[in-house]
Nanobody, 123 residues
């Protein structure tokens, strides 16, 4: 069971750090991705990280504002979000993908989803 947390209300230009935790060692053998869904919009991939943390991928729209990382010892994946914009608002989900190969931003390949955490960027 994946658990996402760290969302909240922040002003434009602010920062948040999201966490995705899986008790035990469930995350060890999975690529982990972050996805978001705004009201009335389709879910989109934001970022992903390989199971060893050696490769990452980001949506082009982020313009370098987000950083994904993982702490394998703590079974946790982080998403550091800086210079947040109102269009970053939405429910953020983490997902685990057990396929081999580069991590993907396509939610169709996710095997396990965590419950989402709400991010609201507003003044």
């Amino acid at each position: 069971q994946l658990q996402a947390s760290g969302g909240g209300l922040v002003q434009p230009g602010g920062s948040l750090r999201l966490s995705c935790v899986a008790p035990g060692s469930a995350l060890t053998n999975y690529d982990i991705g972050w996805f978001r869904q705004a009201p009335g919009k389709e879910r989109e991939g934001v970022s992903c990280i390989s199971r060893m943390g050696s490769s990452t991928n980001y949506a082009d729209s982020l313009e370098g504002r987000f950083t994904i990382s993982r702490d394998r010892a703590r079974h946790t994946v982080f998403l550091q979000m800086n210079n947040l914009k109102p269009e970053d608002s939405g429910v953020y989900y983490c997902g685990a993908d057990r396929r081999a190969g580069p991590c993907t931003l396509q939610g169709a390949y996710v095997d396990y989803w965590g419950k989402g955490t709400q991010v609201t960027v507003s003044s």
